[in-house]
């Protein structure tokens, strides 16, 4: 894999072309959620930025949990986030069906937290997922606690995504003079 777009860690294909386009989920800066889109010469091109770190939970980095998951409401990502002292958490992302670089909605605060039973282990205060699947309406999580046991979790699409809220607000940039 060659271009901007895959720099560093974190790339997921998504499972089908949008819009006759290869898209991926990056995080080529090291810190952001970005979408890149292959090229007729077969390089990811520069990504545009999806989602930064912004919560407590998640301070000092985002990153995408495995590729996206398409939904009638648009295309579901599981993100993880870390936040102080290396915790990382699980969050969410619905991102739009046809123009993916639109997110839509955003969990207000983690999915899947680590808790008392996460704190021992290899890497403690670490859960962890490598992507979920949907199957009769429930997503089922796949994930690691502290490198040192797996778990799964289960949760209603549907009571997931009326979870989401809109994204906050970003003011306009100032116009040229």
Known sequence: MRGPGVRNKGVALFPRTVGGRHLALCRADGETIGLTCLNGENRWQEPVPLHAPRDSWELIQVGNCGSPIETDDGWLVLTHGVGPMRR????????????PERVLARLPGALLAPDEADRDGYVPNVVYSCGGLVHAG???LPYGASDARVGFATVSVAALLDAMAPPPHRPAAPAAE
Not at 88 to 99: E, I, K, Q, T
Request: charged letters at 20%.
């Open 88 to 99: 990382y958490a699980v969050g969410a992302l619905l991102l739009d069906l046809h123009r």
């Open 138 to 140: 429930e997503l089922w």
